[in-house]
């Protein structure tokens, strides 16, 4: 993409697919692309040349996709497809980065859904600004796409390490 002056503009990390206009009056677009960016620039990965899908939708929606992915038929805050298995092969250890694809064809880093009610809600409950609280839901999941996990107590140790730092990096204080 080109600007007016000719000069090469970054090409967006995040696809956004809103299914819930509130997501669209809440300004998730910018704040997505905050979030993700500040998560890769937090393990030494550039932006371009990845991609991450985000689907924005509503409770029903990610109830429907957590019965169907987890066998859970709730709602949930966040849920993320890795396009590829990244994670470590010891527990606790450092996930291998994936490389960048070209800016005109990026690597595709997987997929996130996001539901609104959820978050408004846990948000209200943890008594903090929603956007703060989908902030760290954004980092979260873009660690998971990325190999890491809270399964095991040291991986989970490792993951939470990375968030409050990136977190931190954008003036934000620590969720935990």
Not at 22 to 27: C, K, L, T, V, Y
Not at 109 to 136: F, N, S, W
Not at 145 to 168: F, K, N, P
Request: charged share 30%.
């Amino acid at each position: 993409m080109m600007s007016q002056d000719n000069a090469p503009q970054d090409e967006p990390l995040i696809d956004l697919v809103i299914e819930d206009d509130r997501w669209e009056a809440f300004g998730l677009e910018h704040l997505a692309e905050a979030a993700a960016s500040a998560a890769l620039a937090g393990l030494g990965l550039p932006k371009a040349g990845f991609l991450i899908s985000l689907l924005a939708c509503d409770d029903a929606r990610i109830a429907t996709l957590n019965a169907d992915f987890r066998g859970k038929p709730t709602p949930t805050n966040v849920l993320s497809w890795p396009s590829e298995e990244r994670a470590a092969e010891v527990i606790g250890e450092e996930p291998e980065r994936p490389e960048p694809g070209e800016v005109d064809d990026p690597e595709e880093l997987g997929d996130i859904a996001i539901a609104y009610e959820t978050c408004a809600r846990e948000a209200e409950e943890q008594g903090k600004p929603m956007a703060d609280h989908v902030t760290h839901l954004i980092i979260h999941a873009v660690l998971h796409l990325l190999g890491y996990d809270h399964i095991e107590d040291e991986d989970a140790t490792l993951m939470e390490a990375h968030e409050v730092r990136i977190l931190a990096s954008m003036g934000l204080s620590d969720p935990y």
